[in-house]
């Protein structure tokens, strides 16, 4: 008889958004018509750029005609977006060949799908809080998780110590849920860390385009990176492409293990599980990369961070301790007077009809903190402020 994929019953049930989307719900059947002011989910609420839309519609054109249409892409990417994409590390300098960028359809399957290049018996370190993805991808695939804490004593920041030992570490900079941003001599010390171990890490970058103090945008930016880093990038808050799906991910050809170029490796797992990503979709991505599109998608990135702003401004105020907000798009609050962190948001739903995200879904570590988003409407979340000050000052 079958034996499905055992590793699936050690999941603990996925239950953060759909348990709030459960109290939400009941709020609003006992109060019919209420507004809620949405700050929970990291989803974007602005429209594509013009720019993008732009080269969807000639795209789409492309394929009416046959002088100019694509059947089957090449499986790692479009030549044209690779290059793209190389391009706009070197203008930070880096220096990557295209063939060390591949396209994806985005960062989550990625973190999945990048697993098949690591044998089970690899330990996986998580850095937590943390995208809970991180942990469920490695439990599917039957590995061994260790977690790595963070909290206000190391900043959300946690840094390779000699008792760590693992195989493959997950690091996100900007952090969701918690905005903290590595520095460039501490993700040297994990370089040096993952180097000295043979370790690899998967670096996640997708709220690189957030950053606006001088720390490292890329895992490259720091000397020893090619060695032992892949990063994984995302179109998804950078350009609002969550529904339109884009991303990509960088694997330098330095990168081998026992004798193995893991970039090789995933040539060769593309090529065989994958028939590549729409045509359109890649010319909508290239033109995010573009001069117009650039300004375009930074516009959009700074109505988010005027909102974090507004948060920020409320939180200062009502005294209350918080983190992120400027350089991510998520600001993480310690809960007041001790709560815990559904408390917290039973509090907001049903005194100010607030809703955000308790910080246990995101790691036990999480527990006593709680995550605003501020990809919601402008309105809403000057709305959202004032109510926030007025309830906790
Ligand atoms: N990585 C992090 C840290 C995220 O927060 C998210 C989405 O919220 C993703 C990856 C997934 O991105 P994508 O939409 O490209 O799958």
């Given at each position: 008889?079958?034996?499905?994929?055992?590793?699936?019953?050690?999941?603990?049930?996925?239950?953060?958004?759909y348990h709030i989307a459960q109290k939400t719900g009941a709020y609003l059947e006992e109060h019919p018509g209420t507004h809620l002011y949405r700050m929970g989910i990291g989803d974007v609420s602005l429209p594509l750029a013009s720019a993008v839309?732009?080269?969807?519609?000639?795209?789409?054109?492309?394929?009416?005609?046959?002088?100019?249409?694509?059947?089957?892409?090449?499986?790692?990417?479009?030549?044209f977006l690779r290059e793209t994409i190389a391009e706009y590390y070197k203008k930070r300098g880096m220096n990557l060949s295209p063939d060390e960028v591949f396209v994806s359809s985005g960062a989550s399957d990625e973190l999945g799908d990048i697993l098949d290049l690591f044998d089970r018996s690899n330990t996986a370190l998580i850095m937590e809080p943390?995208?809970?993805?991180?942990?469920?991808?490695?439990?599917?695939?039957?590995?061994?998780?260790?977690?790595?804490?963070?909290?206000?004593?190391?900043?959300?920041?946690?840094?390779?110590?000699?008792?760590?030992?693992?195989?493959?570490?997950?690091?996100c900079s900007p952090n969701n849920p918690t905005g903290a941003a590595y520095n460039r001599e501490q993700l040297g010390q994990w370089v040096a860390w993952a180097n000295e171990r043979g370790a690899v890490i998967l670096f996640d970058a997708a709220y690189e385009a957030f950053i606006?103090?001088?720390?490292?945008?890329?895992?490259?930016?720091?000397?020893?990176?090619?060695?032992?880093?892949?990063?994984?990038?995302?179109?998804?808050k950078?350009?609002?492409?969550?529904?339109?799906?884009?991303?990509?991910?960088?694997?330098?050809?330095?990168?081998?293990?026992?004798?193995?170029?893991?970039?090789?490796?995933?040539?060769?797992?593309?090529?065989?599980?994958?028939?590549?990503?729409?045509?359109?979709?890649?010319?909508?991505?290239?033109a995010v990369f573009t001069e117009e599109g650039q300004r375009q998608i930074h516009e959009n990135i700074r109505i988010y961070k005027e909102n974090a702003k507004v948060l920020m401004a409320a939180l200062d105020e009502a005294g209350i301790r918080y983190w992120g907000g400027k350089n991510a798009p998520y600001i993480w609050i310690q809960c007041p007077g001790g709560m815990d962190s559904w408390a917290f948001f039973d509090r907001l739903l049903n005194e100010i009809q607030v809703v955000g995200t308790p910080g246990e879904g995101f790691g036990a570590c999480g527990e006593g903190f709680f995550r605003f988003s501020t990809f919601g409407d402008p309105a809403d979340t000057r709305e959202a402020a004032a109510r926030l000050l007025k309830l906790l000052k």
């Open positions: 008889m079958l034996t499905p994929n055992l590793s699936y019953a050690n999941l603990k049930e996925s239950y953060l958004f839309i732009a080269a969807l519609h000639a795209a789409v054109d492309d394929q009416g005609t046959k002088e100019s249409f694509h059947g089957y892409m090449p499986e790692c990417g479009a030549p943390a995208y809970p993805a991180y942990v469920d991808a490695n439990i599917m695939a039957g590995r061994t998780i260790r977690h790595l804490p963070s909290g206000p004593y190391n900043h959300f920041l946690p840094l390779p110590d000699e008792s760590i030992d693992a195989d493959l570490i997950y690091l606006e103090e001088d720390l490292p945008h890329s895992i490259f930016e720091i000397p020893g990176a090619q060695t032992c880093a892949i990063e994984i990038c995302s179109l998804s950078t350009a609002g492409f969550t529904g339109t799906r884009l991303g990509y991910t960088v694997i330098p050809k330095a990168l081998e293990r026992s004798g193995l170029s893991l970039n090789a490796m995933w040539v060769r797992n593309r090529t065989t599980k994958t028939n590549g990503i729409s045509y359109i979709l890649q010319r909508g991505g290239a």
